[in-house]
């Protein structure tokens, strides 16, 4: 089971706003940057938030981050249909000296 | 434009070793640190290390510790990451990214590693 800790499921309907929380301890997201990936069906990952709350050029406003203590969380609103995929929250975790990966979270557009 | 493109699919034996390559055009290989990622079917992501490409230097996940080696031609802009004893549970793609602005920020398209007997 991952060190970080993600619904496995969310849902929304087109223009909504949905938001995929990731559970962390001190020795990761308490102490480091999150970053947040989206992987489409049969494709490589993509960044879509860095460093807690930047958004790499290219990737709509659409798309936040935010983080608090050992949480973190990314919020989509607009939602669209082009936006149902996985989600990852990832960061370094310092008793593992590694990094590590949430389980993922599947996005549905309803 | 900048790009990895990597090898492509392997099926090899329980126990053997499988060699994955990464190569890199677009921008200046020893410029950017390499992580490798791999994904079993139907799971979530995993990271097993990184390698800076200029120095050689290597950090790799505890999980894969003495099984993952990660390395790299700089005469062909080429990364690799060779895994050994390799298990049915091994199954996956693997993935190398670069982190050029941001973490991870360029990925290769994948190589499937199967392991079966």
């Known amino acids: 089971h991952s060190v970080l800790t993600q619904p496995p499921s969310a849902s929304g309907t087109p223009g909504q706003r949905v938001t995929i929380s990731c559970a962390g301890s001190d020795s990761n997201i308490g102490n480091n940057h999150v970053n947040w990936f989206q992987q489409l069906p049969g494709t490589a990952p993509r960044i879509v938030i860095h460093?807690?709350?930047q958004r790499p050029s290219g990737v709509p406003d659409r798309f936040s981050g935010s983080k608090s203590g050992t949480s973190a969380s990314l919020a989509i609103s607009g939602l669209q249909s082009e936006d149902e995929a996985d989600y990852y929250c990832?960061?370094?975790?310092?008793?593992?000296?590694?990094?590590?990966f949430g389980g993922g979270t599947m996005l549905t557009v309803l | 434009q900048v790009q990895l493109v990597q090898s492509g699919a392997e099926v090899r034996k329980p126990g053997a070793s499988v060699k994955v390559s990464c190569k890199a055009s677009g921008f200046t290989f020893t410029s950017h640190d390499f992580n490798w990622v791999r994904q079993a079917p139907g799971q979530g992501l995993e990271w097993m290390g990184w390698?800076?490409?200029?120095?050689?230097?290597?950090g790799y996940a505890q999980k894969f510790q003495g099984r993952v080696t990660m390395s790299r031609d700089t005469s062909i802009s080429t990364a690799y990451m060779e895994l050994t004893d390799l298990r049915y549970e091994d199954t996956a793609v693997y993935y190398c990214?670069?982190?050029?602005?941001?973490?991870?920020?360029?990925w290769g398209e994948g190589t499937t590693v199967t392991v079966s007997s």
């Open positions: 460093n807690n709350n």
């Open positions: 390698m800076n490409p200029d120095s050689a230097n290597t």
């Open positions: 990832a960061a370094w975790d310092d008793s593992m000296n590694g990094r590590v």
């Open positions: 990214a670069i982190n050029r602005y941001y973490f991870m920020d360029v």
